[in-house]
């Protein structure tokens, strides 16, 4: 069979496999005109109210979608790059695999939300300028997995949410990437963070007591007057890590198990 051959079978195959997708895959509930429609029409009596809607695979990159209401909102697949969820309700909703490139959801409630594996960059490197941001917003018992580099997550709330390890292969290489991260202040209360990267994340003042840290690389991030009691730091990397006026540091657990113990910053 000659290269040409090949090619056209080849790309007969992957065109078959999307016509076979897109006749197959089920339609959202609105499309993308009636979304635009709704949030020019809405007031600050009457918000526009898209709760519990499927809106997945839509493109609303670029949308303000300020005093909108998104809960339980199935956005699997959307391109939400750059769109304005400010203070958007987005409590239980499914933002799976979506794209949130430069996408604002400070202070937006995604309490019990799902942001697994979602697209936050254009590519392998991560630009800060690209990063979504997330600062004081509330994510309370959600399930965060994914590469978020860099980001604001400053005075979030993160208490009792999953952001550890993919349990399915335990694979370290399929970790939460938090690297870089402003968590200044923020909330991390019985949060599972087990082998996550906060290398060089901003922890000052943050609340991690109860913390599951096991395996999680906090190398040369800044712990400053955190609350560390009953957080378990069993293999957590300490390299360079700043510990000054930590309070509950002795009150953790697995400290002694921890890596680089010595070369924690006290």
Known sequence: MSCRSFLSLRMGWLAAAILCWTTEAPAADLTVKAVIERLVQSTRERPADFSGLDLSFLDF??????GAHLAAADLYGTDLSHADLSGVDLSGARLDRTVIIGTNFTGANLSRASLFR??????LEIRREEAPQFAGADLSGARVFGRFGNGNWRGANLAAAKLGIDRATHDLLMRTDLAGCDLAGASLVDTDLAGASLAFADLADADLSGANLTGADLSRADLTGANLTGADLTA???DGT?????????????????RHRSAAIE
């Open 61 to 66: 990159s670029d949308l303000d979608f300020k």
């Open 118 to 123: 979602p697209a936050a960059f254009s590519g």
């Open 242 to 258: 700043v510990l000054r006026n930590v309070r509950g540091l002795h009150q953790a657990k697995g400290l002694d198990a921890a």
């Open 236 to 238: 957590a990397d300490l």
